[in-house]
């Protein structure tokens, strides 16, 4: 991933061992300063209240082997009010660089919207794809309008768009985006939105990886472009 250009990791407390798993390899390569490291908190069940919130910060902090995280988020907006006074603590000691929320559910995206005016946050991350649009209406332009920074996570709604699209050609008119894949297609339509910061498809193996990095390079969609893709979808 580093050797392609690649720079973000997003993890969470409740990931099981992911976070120990980032925290030996990304110190066995050496390659902390070249990656900008994301977790999350949640305020439920054990990691509940400011005590319980700072032991599992401490926990993540421990088993990603740094003294600083680039962003802590709440996890799916469970216990915002609870944990952001706490999280914006830290923030201000040097202990995590940016704060946000995170949702992976349209059914959250008014109550994120509410709690995007309510809190000065510096990142958010939203559900968001070619076929799950909610978010280009309900916060993105909300992102923009508060100077938001914005991770999109299942922009594949968890590969069921590449299932979906897996024995169809590619349209001719899609190399003119420098597009070889559908992964690169539907990738290349979130992080082409004004407010989209960065995509986080989660890949689990070498060759997916390399195709989703391949997104990065070459033209990303204009607006008419991004129109011509939407009806594209939904006239499947």
Not at 49 to 63: D, K, P, V
Not at 104 to 119: F, I, L, N, T, W
Not at 184 to 198: G, I, M
Request: charged share 20%; with cysteine; glycine share 8%.
């Amino acid at each position: 991933m580093v050797e392609l250009g690649g720079t973000v990791i997003d993890t969470a407390a409740a990931y099981g061992g992911s976070e120990a798993i980032i925290g030996d390899v990304v110190a066995s390569l050496g390659v902390r300063d070249r990656l900008f490291l994301a977790t999350k908190l949640t305020g439920s069940g054990s990691f509940r209240g400011g005590a319980t919130g700072e032991a599992s910060f401490n926990r993540s902090l421990e088993r990603m082997r740094t003294t600083r995280i680039d962003l802590l988020q709440v996890h799916n907006l469970d216990g915002v009010d609870e944990l952001l006074p706490i999280l914006q603590r830290w923030k201000q000691s040097g202990r995590i660089r940016y704060l946000g929320i995170t949702t992976s559910r349209v059914g959250q995206h008014a109550q994120m919207a509410a709690y995007m005016r309510k809190y000065p946050l510096d990142f958010i991350q939203v559900d968001y794809s070619l076929a799950n649009r909610d978010a280009a209406n309900a916060i993105l332009p909300l992102a923009i309008e508060r100077n938001t920074a914005v991770l999109v996570n299942v922009p594949f709604a968890y590969g069921s768009l590449l299932g979906q699209l897996r024995s169809r050609a590619l349209p001719p008119w899609a190399d003119e985006i420098d597009v070889s894949s559908w992964a690169q297609f539907l990738l290349k339509y979130v992080v082409s939105h004004p407010a989209v910061t960065c995509t986080i498809p989660g890949s689990t193996q070498v060759a997916h990886l390399e195709d989703n990095q391949g997104a990065a390079q070459g033209h990303l969609p204009d607006q008419n472009m991004r129109r011509k893709m939407e009806q594209f979808w939904d006239a499947t």
